[in-house]
């Protein structure tokens, strides 16, 4: 089993930035990949990025605003986002599957999510 904890949301100001961080434990050597998703109440969970090994890939409505990046070190995958826009206000998921996929049906194990609130 692997579980995941997100944390680095909260409510910033527009223009502002954020690093969103995803811990891994258990048994995180059977999942490399690990993807961002998103959610808003009513739509579907939208796919931002992932990173296999340390090779990070996005999602085709994803800006160039989104950064993702891993420490193996500390089992850790970062989400930067800067000049953050109201409409990027969702709930941010980190996921953990073993192979690279923009899908919400790629990944195994998921996160309980961290809200991020972006103000105008």
């Known amino acids: 089993q692997v579980q995941l904890v997100e944390s680095g949301g909260g409510a910033v100001q527009a223009g502002g930035s954020l690093r969103l961080s995803c811990v891994a434990s258990?048994?995180?050597?059977?999942?490399?990949?690990v993807g961002w998703f998103r959610q808003t109440p009513g739509k579907e969970r939208e796919f931002v990025g992932g990173?296999?090994?340390?090779?990070?890939y996005y999602g085709e409505s994803v800006e160039g605003r989104f950064t993702i990046s891993r420490d193996n070190a500390k089992s850790t995958v970062y989400l930067q986002v800067n000049n953050l826009k109201p409409e990027d206000t969702a709930v941010y998921y980190c996921?953990?599957?073993?192979?690279?996929?923009?899908?919400?049906?790629?990944?195994?194990?998921w996160g309980q999510g961290t809200q991020v609130t972006v103000l105008s």
């Open positions: 258990g048994r995180t050597s059977i999942n490399v990949n």
């Open positions: 996921a953990a599957g073993a192979y690279a996929s923009r899908e919400k049906s790629g990944y195994d194990h």
């Open positions: 990173i296999i090994f340390n090779s990070p």
